[in-house]
């Protein structure tokens, strides 16, 4: 049987992943990939695939059976458009759309033609995110009670062109999405939040830096503190070493907090007291180390895309999931922006 043709809209900085995993696969062809840079010609050339300056007429001239759109935040609604209409699942990074409306028009759209998205919260495939929902849900740790989650870096300077300073860019977006949708993931849906933004280091429209206090649903309470522009050993990609651009700490970004034992992730270390009852505080809790097989989830979620495009498996992220994950992270901006507790706005009926 044809190996599946893939191909991916935009070669920056993650979709150069993403195209390279797909050529270097036993199960997919890269057929294609677009992007209007000067870095497409060269980079098709050492993929061995064809460039196309514009995706729409790579989308017309291939025969494609799924797409990978990694272009900017604010392209995510016009090109993911273009894949529905022509009928391509899609992989959508994250976030699905800079704003609500266009991620909701978006899920409309391919709840209405029946074509798959699967939004690019790729956290979710490691196998130490999973045995950490997995454990979380067998209530190892008792009630959760809270969690509190750390993302901090400095980012160099020639990392912010334009699109990554200005409206639907910026690190709540960029990256404070990913520990929101772990947080949905691992602790429920968000119910309310408040936060406090700032650009007092880098002076761009876009924040530097946040932090966030978050209610969920279930009862439990956290919080997420967020830079990039500060050095610092904590944060998911430093402490799970699943990016080669970040250098690895080994170090922890989140730690729960449950009313028989506590986690520190994602080095997954339990603390719990010796005795049948919860430790009180004179008495010690101890680390039990867990185990864990595996590492990196972009070539998990590409397996995981090739069950979607067979119409073996349904998105373990559709549309909906993202725009929750969307309407979460936009509701911190909005407490920002107001100064006030905000709520994720609920999605649209599906049609
Ligand atoms: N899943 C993750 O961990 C992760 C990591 C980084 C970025 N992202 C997301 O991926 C997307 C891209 O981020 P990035 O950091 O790679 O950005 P980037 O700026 O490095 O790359 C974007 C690429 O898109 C290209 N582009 C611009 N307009 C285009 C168009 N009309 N058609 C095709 N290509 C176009 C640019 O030339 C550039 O090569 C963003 O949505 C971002 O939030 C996800």
Same mark, same amino acid.
């Given at each position: 049987?044809?190996?599946?043709?893939l191909?991916?809209v935009g070669?920056g900085?993650i979709g150069?992943?993403?195209a390279?995993l797909v050529?270097?696969?036993?199960?997919?062809?890269l057929a294609?990939?677009?992007?209007p840079?000067?870095a497409?010609?060269?980079?098709a050339?050492?993929?061995?695939?064809r460039h196309y300056a514009?995706y729409?007429?790579?989308?017309?001239a291939?025969r494609?059976?799924?797409?990978?759109?990694?272009?900017?935040n604010?392209l995510?609604?016009?090109?993911g458009?273009?894949c529905?209409?022509r009928?391509i699942?899609?992989?959508?990074e994250?976030p699905?759309c800079?704003?609500?409306e266009?991620?909701?028009?978006l899920v409309?759209?391919?709840?209405a033609k029946g074509v798959?998205?699967?939004v690019?919260h790729?956290?979710?495939y490691?196998?130490? /995110? =999973?045995?950490t929902?997995?454990l979380?849900? &067998?209530?190892?740790?008792g009630? %959760?009670v809270? @969690?509190?989650a750390?993302? *901090?870096?400095?980012?160099?300077?020639?990392?912010?062109v334009?699109?990554?300073?200005t409206?639907?860019?910026g690190?709540?977006?960029?990256?404070?999405?990913?520990?929101?949708?772990?947080?949905?993931h691992f602790?429920g849906e968000i119910?309310?939040v408040?936060?406090?933004?700032s650009?007092a280091v880098r002076?761009f429209e /876009? =924040?530097?830096t946040a932090?966030?206090?978050? &209610?969920?649903?279930?009862?439990? %309470?956290g919080? @997420?503190?967020?830079?990039d *522009?500060?050095p610092?050993?904590?944060?998911?990609?430093?402490?799970?070493g699943?990016?080669?651009n970040?250098?690895?700490?080994d170090e922890?970004?989140?730690?729960?907090l449950?009313?028989?034992?506590?986690?520190d992730?994602?080095?997954?270390?339990?603390w719990?007291?010796a005795?049948p009852?919860p430790?009180s505080w004179?008495e010690?809790?101890f680390?039990?180390?867990?185990?864990?097989?595996g590492?990196?989830? %972009?070539p998990r979620?590409l397996?995981?895309?090739?069950?979607v495009?067979?119409?073996?498996?349904?998105?373990?992220?559709?549309?909906r999931?993202?725009?929750?994950?969307?309407a979460?992270t936009?509701?911190?901006k909005?407490a920002i922006?107001?100064?006030r507790?905000?709520?994720?706005?609920?999605?649209p009926?599906?049609?």
């Amino acid at each position: 049987m044809a190996k599946p043709r893939l191909a991916v809209v935009g070669i920056g900085l993650i979709g150069i992943r993403h195209a390279e995993l797909v050529a270097a696969s036993e199960d997919a062809e890269l057929a294609a990939i677009a992007d209007p840079s000067d870095a497409g010609p060269r980079e098709a050339e050492r993929l061995g695939t064809r460039h196309y300056a514009d995706y729409r007429e790579m989308l017309d001239a291939e025969r494609l059976d799924g797409v990978y759109v990694a272009a900017p935040n604010q392209l995510h609604l016009e090109i993911g458009l273009a894949c529905i209409e022509r009928g391509i699942p899609a992989v959508i990074e994250k976030p699905l759309c800079d704003t609500l409306e266009a991620g909701a028009d978006l899920v409309l759209a391919s709840e209405a033609k029946g074509v798959p998205l699967l939004v690019g919260h790729h956290r979710r495939y490691n196998p130490r /995110v =999973e045995a950490t929902r997995a454990l979380l849900q &067998r209530g190892e740790l008792g009630r %959760l009670v809270a @969690v509190n989650a750390v993302w *901090a870096v400095r980012k160099p300077d020639d990392y912010f062109v334009a699109w990554r300073r200005t409206a639907g860019g910026g690190p709540i977006l960029i990256n404070m999405i990913h520990d929101v949708d772990c947080l949905r993931h691992f602790c429920g849906e968000i119910a309310e939040v408040q936060a406090y933004g700032s650009s007092a280091v880098r002076g761009f429209e /876009v =924040e530097d830096t946040a932090v966030v206090a978050i &209610r969920f649903a279930g009862g439990a %309470l956290g919080t @997420v503190t967020l830079t990039d *522009a500060a050095p610092s050993p904590w944060g998911w990609e430093a402490g799970s070493g699943d990016n080669p651009n970040i250098a690895a700490s080994d170090e922890n970004c989140y730690r729960f907090l449950g009313t028989d034992a506590a986690l520190d992730f994602p080095n997954l270390t339990v603390w719990r007291g010796a005795g049948p009852e919860p430790a009180s505080w004179a008495e010690k809790v101890f680390p039990t180390r867990l185990d864990w097989a595996g590492h990196e989830a %972009l070539p998990r979620q590409l397996a995981h895309f090739l069950e979607v495009i067979a119409g073996t498996a349904a998105p373990r992220i559709d549309g909906r999931d993202g725009l929750a994950t969307l309407a979460a992270t936009l509701a911190i901006k909005d407490a920002i922006h107001t100064g006030r507790p905000a709520r994720p706005v609920a999605p649209p009926p599906a049609p």
